[in-house]
């Protein structure tokens, strides 16, 4: 930009000097040198006066605007000044022959111009035919041009890390009929032959793009050969550095996709034996695949690669129906049933004693109902009988009283050992719902630890 700025200050000089003349002297004057310049001037010649010379073309490149970014056909559209400085001896001329008229404007069409054109263009280039028409020629054959491009290039993109992904997109341009041995390029107020270009968008306060952030671009000329050609050829490399808009994304695919992630744990949380336990774990998926659906729309699937927020929904999508057909197997535990059997005893106090698992998630202690039926189920089965005859006369009676009172202890003991049982049962099922419980409890660390990863790795 400081190169225009000198240019802008040379026309004002020469607009002061026009002041000083008057108009009719000055538009003869530039009437004749015009005539005089382009008498006998081919612009398909190459602007030097020895045979086998080459012209240097200084350039500055200013990068306006980014156009668009075409995700699913990888093409990389922005705008480019691209400022062209040269010698041509033969519109050199003597100011002092023209009343001191140092600067001339001359139409592009008229003129030779470097042929510089996109290498890896996408199909659609040009220039703005409005802003270039004219060349701005001092009277030492100096030639300054400034193009206004719009130039659509191809770029792979690489959408792994959508939505926080950075692209790097060459445009890569270069002459397409002079080699190095006709023409050579280099840089404006510079030597590198790299050089970090200026983002000039709030110069010309264009609009951001919505969707795309400019972060860096770097100017590069290379002398590449080709096998086709003996000569060697110089290219000007433009790359530059976009990195994606998240807040968008992270409010579309993100936010709901974490939200729905962290309700999968949950479902251990509800008791085992609640009915809409399994119709929760199916909503959670219902909703998963309706996001799956939206994320679609927003991310370009043509690509090779895929996203990892579309690993991180195919995850969260296993953990919730691992979650729900756990949930169904923990269920069924603690469903009573006549084929439940007692625990083990290694796996109660694994779980069920006060210094297992329970008191490790902080479950309350269980205590199983005492048994009191069964102690006097046993003082039944032992009964204290007198074996020792009666003398009495009327003893003959006492074989129907004993036979009375055994009736009664079968009676009993078959009332007491139900009471026994109906208690035992109770406990071993009471057990079964327990270990349901603590199961549950596992479970719903383990599926929170196993999403807090699966966040932490696939969307940061």
């Not at 012209?55 to 990389?76: C, L, P, R």
């Not at 006060?354 to 006097?376: A, H, L, T």
Request: charged content about 20%.
């Amino acid at each position: 930009m400081a190169s225009l700025l000198t240019w802008m200050l040379v026309a004002a000089a020469t607009a002061s000097f026009a002041d000083c003349v008057s108009p009719r002297s000055s538009v003869a004057m530039e009437t004749r040198l015009v005539k005089q310049l382009m008498r006998d001037y081919a612009k398909e010649a190459l602007p030097v006066l020895k045979l086998k010379s080459s012209v240097n073309v200084s350039m500055q490149v200013s990068f306006v605007g980014i156009d668009d970014v075409d995700e699913n056909k990888n093409v990389f559209t922005a705008t480019l000044l691209l400022a062209q400085l040269w010698q041509d001896p033969r519109l050199a001329w003597n100011a002092s022959e023209y009343g001191g008229m140092s600067m001339i404007r001359l139409p592009v069409d008229k003129l030779w111009i470097p042929d510089i054109v996109p290498y890896n263009t996408a199909g659609m280039y040009g220039r703005q035919t409005r802003y270039d028409e004219v060349a701005h020629v001092l009277n030492d054959g100096s030639v300054f041009w400034v193009p206004l491009w719009t130039i659509a290039s191809k770029c792979p993109m690489d959408v792994s890390n959508f939505p926080f992904d950075t692209q790097h997109c060459p445009m890569v341009l270069g002459s397409w009929v002079h080699s190095t041995s006709e023409m050579t390029l280099s840089f404006m107020e510079s030597s590198n032959l790299d050089k970090d270009l200026t983002l000039s968008s709030t110069d010309f306060n264009s609009p951001s793009h919505p969707t795309w952030e400019l972060i860096k671009a770097v100017a590069s000329i290379k002398t590449v050969k080709y096998a086709c050609c003996e000569d060697s050829y110089e290219t000007l490399t433009v790359k530059v550095q976009i990195t994606r808009r998240s807040t968008f994304y992270r409010f579309l695919a993100i936010g709901p996709a974490a939200v729905f992630g962290l309700l999968v744990p949950l479902l251990f949380l509800i008791p085992s034996r609640s009915e809409g336990k399994t119709t929760y774990g199916m909503l959670i998926m219902l909703g998963l695949t309706v996001l799956i659906l939206a994320l679609e729309e927003a991310i370009p699937f043509s690509h090779n690669n895929v996203p990892k927020i579309g690993y991180f929904y195919l995850g969260t999508m296993a953990l919730c129906a691992c979650s729900v057909m756990l949930s169904i197997f923990v269920s069924n535990m603690g469903q009573p049933g006549v084929r439940h059997k007692p625990l083990p005893g290694w796996l109660k106090w694994l779980c069920l004693s006060r210094y297992g698992f329970r008191r490790f998630f902080c479950i309350d202690n269980y205590e199983p109902v005492d048994n009191v039926y069964s102690v006097s189920l046993k003082s039944l089965c032992t009964p204290e009988r007198t074996t020792q005859p009666s003398l009495d006369p009327e003893s003959s009676a006492q074989p129907e009283a004993v036979s009375d009172m055994d009736d009664i202890r079968k009676c009993l003991h078959y009332l007491v050992g139900k009471q026994s049982a109906d208690v035992t049962s109770r406990n071993v099922r009471q057990d079964w719902v327990e270990l349901a419980l603590v199961f549950d409890r596992i479970l719903f660390v383990v599926f929170l630890v196993l999403y807090v990863l699966f966040a932490v790795n696939f969307l940061t």
